[in-house]
């Protein structure tokens, strides 16, 4: 934790270290939908276990800034980080989990989610000046067409209303707004500031909703407790942490099209945790999901040396 509290990620990474910052940021934040499948599968109601994993997550790094007396931020700080944290922590993971409730099935929502890079591309050049090239949507365009390869077999056959998917669209614009306003606004918070201020605001706000909802009461269950603290270490304090810090490095767009390779990723790990068996189509898609992104960070790489 005490690197957490000490790094500052406002500078540019080294190229070796935002290639292991890139491919840890993909395995991290793909165990999120691991830690999803465990709590589904012990019965964990969903809105508990995001409340709780933030509740969770706040206790921890509250503590972390008081043992470490670090200062706290003024509320300008807090209004900013907060306004991030309900777009791309409360909102992105609320409307992913409510699609997914009233019948999108999960390959859906995948490809739905998959469509941020472009939404962030598309923002990001008239507001940050990260300008995408033609080779860049290309990539981008190859990213999208892997991430529908590896999902192609879970689309289809859930039968949910139309406007239910319309719920993870949502999400996906709380996250692509989330980002760019994460690199717009050039924040002075160091990384532990950061990720306390929006856990804690993003743990209130879904607890609020598990309190309307009636399910606030902790989670009775070992199992349910597991896939809790599997999401508070490895998708929080290892992929988000990792998600701001890649975004603040190397910008909204780069960050974004690493996610193309989250269903792929996620595909690995339901293989190795569950023994779901992975589908020749998926193995196409994550090869192809892939090429995409290399296309799209060789061509971004390119236009910054030019």
Request: proline residues 4%; hydrophobic residues 60%.
């Amino acid at each position: 934790m005490s690197d957490l509290s000490s790094a500052s990620s406002r500078g540019r990474l080294g190229r070796t270290a935002i290639v292991v910052a890139s491919i840890a940021l993909v395995i991290t934040w793909s165990s999120g939908f691991v830690g999803a499948e465990l709590a589904a599968r012990a019965d964990g109601e969903p809105i508990t276990v995001l409340a709780w994993r933030f509740v969770v997550l706040a206790g921890i790094l509250v503590a972390t800034m008081l043992v470490l007396r670090r200062r706290w931020p003024g509320a300008r700080s807090w209004l900013r980080q907060g306004a991030i944290a309900l777009l791309s922590q409360a909102g992105y993971l609320l409307m992913i989990f409510e699609g997914v409730r009233f019948g999108v099935d999960g390959g859906t929502a995948a490809l739905i989610a998959a469509l941020q890079p472009m939404l962030v591309a598309t923002v990001a050049g008239r507001f940050l000046g990260e300008r995408a090239n033609g080779w860049m949507w290309f990539g981008m365009v190859v990213g999208l067409a892997g991430v529908a390869l590896v999902v192609s077999g879970q689309i289809g056959g859930s039968g949910a209303p139309l406007w239910a998917h319309a719920l993870p669209l949502v999400g996906v614009l709380c996250l692509a707004t989330g980002t760019v306003l994460q690199r717009r606004w050039h924040m002075h918070d160091d990384l532990l500031q950061t990720i306390t201020m929006q856990s804690v605001v993003a743990g209130a706000a879904f607890m609020l909703v598990a309190l309307v909802r009636g399910h606030a009461a902790p989670p009775t269950s070992l199992a349910v407790w597991g896939a809790v603290l599997w999401l508070v270490v490895l998708a929080s304090l290892g992929g988000y942490v990792l998600y701001v810090t890649v975004t603040r490095s190397h910008g909204a767009t780069f960050v974004s099209t690493m996610l193309y390779l989250t269903p792929p990723t996620t595909m690995l790990w339901v293989w190795l945790f569950f023994g779901v068996p992975i589908a020749p189509l998926g193995i196409a898609g994550l090869v192809v999901a892939a090429v995409g992104v290399a296309i799209v960070l060789t061509a971004q790489r390119r236009a910054s040396a030019a």
